[in-house]
């Protein structure tokens, strides 16, 4: 009874492609968030939305979208990936009226 | 530019002994902290959080302490054991409602047994 899912967990692919990263939380948490992990280890906020709307996104290319069907779900999709996407995602979900955060495992994604 | 700063990237410690682990901050807006343990191949999950109101907060053997005045925060572990053995990254926001974490680099700490 995984709380916060991602999948794939690796995802290896070219340069130029077109990919999608699922995240599913079954917390009943309003807010949800995708997280970027470079190489350098540092963890980035990059998009927020809190019942399904968009609340904070952070500077990043437009070539990152995100989409979010219901409260539960919350997809990355990247288009034209370059060298540089290469990183570890995290989805994380949180109560609306908290700061606690709880993540899900990562995806690897490696672009070639 | 980095707000929120971890300065030591790794810490080893004898088993059954104390960790400080120090987090410092420039951002005086902001108003809450978290402390995050990471274990590879796995995300981070929360350890311990304390609000500006207050100097100190304890979870067990987990107590986060905070200096305002000095933009710095510490995590204690006593006492320390092989499972604490993780990355540990400090975590802070400015307003509440906005819920953006701004986080630091992570510490490696080792318990040595």
């Known amino acids: 009874d995984t709380a916060v899912s991602q999948t794939p967990k690796y995802l290896v692919t070219q340069m130029g492609n077109d990919k999608s990263i699922k995240c599913e939380q079954n917390l009943g948490h309003d807010t949800m968030y995708w997280y970027k992990q470079d190489s350098k280890k540092f963890l980035k906020i990059m998009f927020s939305y809190n019942n399904k709307e968009l609340i904070i996104n952070e500077t990043v290319p437009n070539r990152f979208s995100p989409k979010s069907p219901d409260k539960a779900h919350l997809n990355l999709h990247i288009n034209s990936l370059e060298l540089g996407d290469s990183a570890v995602y995290f989805c994380?979900?949180?109560?609306?009226?908290?700061?606690?955060?709880?993540f899900g495992p990562g995806t690897r994604l490696t672009v070639t | 530019d980095q707000q929120v700063k971890q300065n030591s990237p790794s810490l080893s410690v004898q088993e059954g002994r104390i960790s400080i682990l120090n987090c410092d901050y420039t951002n005086s807006m902001f108003d809450y902290f978290l402390w995050y343990k990471k274990y590879p191949a796995e995300g981070p999950t929360f350890l311990i959080s304390?609000?500006?109101?207050?100097d100190k907060n304890e979870d067990g053997r987990f107590t986060v302490f905070l200096n305002k005045s000095a933009k710095h925060l510490s995590l204690h572990i006593v006492p320390s054991q092989p499972g604490d053995s993780a990355v540990y990254f400090c975590a802070a926001s400015a307003n509440f409602g906005n819920e953006k974490l701004t986080f630091g680099t992570g510490t490696r700490l080792t318990i040595i047994p």
């Open positions: 304390i609000s500006s109101i207050k």
């Open positions: 994380a979900s949180s109560p609306q009226t908290t700061y606690e955060q709880y």
